[in-house]
């Protein structure tokens, strides 16, 4: 198992410069000094990933910035109950070639990740029907192969295929996985940013705003976190996605339009919309 550690020690040190790079562009920022590291091992091993954590925290940040690192294209996968066995896979169709009518299949996600080396992501996979997953339990596993129902060919994982889900759980829509499918994951928290990573973030993505908006809004964020953390707001309502988005917006408008119309409007609890913009006008004073 050396050569192992070896090849790990190789590429984390080969990924950590590289990971600096990303960082000063549009890098996941990791909120602390080992996650980053220890989710590459995980990868490096071909180990599939799964990413737990709340809305906006940064997960598919987190494995775009993987995708970059590693320089292997990501097909993406976004689960919902509708999910079917040919969103996954690909289908069949009618095509003219030369004068005639031939079927041909036409590679999903799940195939052509597989085939050419690629990441693939499977987002909020706990979205998905039960009985649709187990299709890919075999490309999980060490087998790293599956049969392709619809053309009969066995497919190889190619030596760069890797896969990485995410989760959000105790969300509407969304149900326990199934044990047999969550075992075949190594499972990472992936929490919101805090203290210094959140301000490092608000830095880089808005260079130029105004030092008190930023103040605003990193201030707003904590209390935000402390609220959700207390249970009186739902973790969408410290959503770093839609504060970002909210930043974005207030560089144009009053700010506390801006995070109503980014955040408090997609509350569905009216007592939470309230608590909300009380919040935010405390921190505007």
Sequence with gaps: MSFINEDIKKRQKQSHEEYDKLIGQTGYIAPDDYLWQDILSAIVLRKPVLLKGPTGAGKTKLAESISALFKQPMQSINCSVDLDAEALLGFKTLVQRDGQSVIEFVEGPVVTAMKKGHFLYIDEINMAKAETLP????????????????????????????????????????????????????????????????????????????????????????????????????EEAASIRSLLDATALAQYMDPLRAVRYAIAEKLDDESERELFMDLANTWKK
């Design 135 to 234: 299709i890919l339990h075999s490309a999980l596993d060490h087998r790293r192969m599956m049969t392709n129902p619809f053309t009969g060919e066995v497919i190889e994982a190619h030596p760069d295929f890797g896969v990485i889900s995410a989760i959000n759980e105790g969300y509407i829509g969304t149900a326990p996985m199934n044990e047999a499918l969550k075992n075949r994951f190594i499972a990472y928290p992936i929490p919101y940013l805090t203290g210094q990573q959140l301000a490092e973030l608000w830095d880089r993505e808005f260079p130029d705003a105004e030092k008190r908006l930023k103040t605003f809004m990193l201030n707003l964020a904590e209390d935000l976190m402390k609220q959700v953390e207390n249970g009186l707001l739902s």
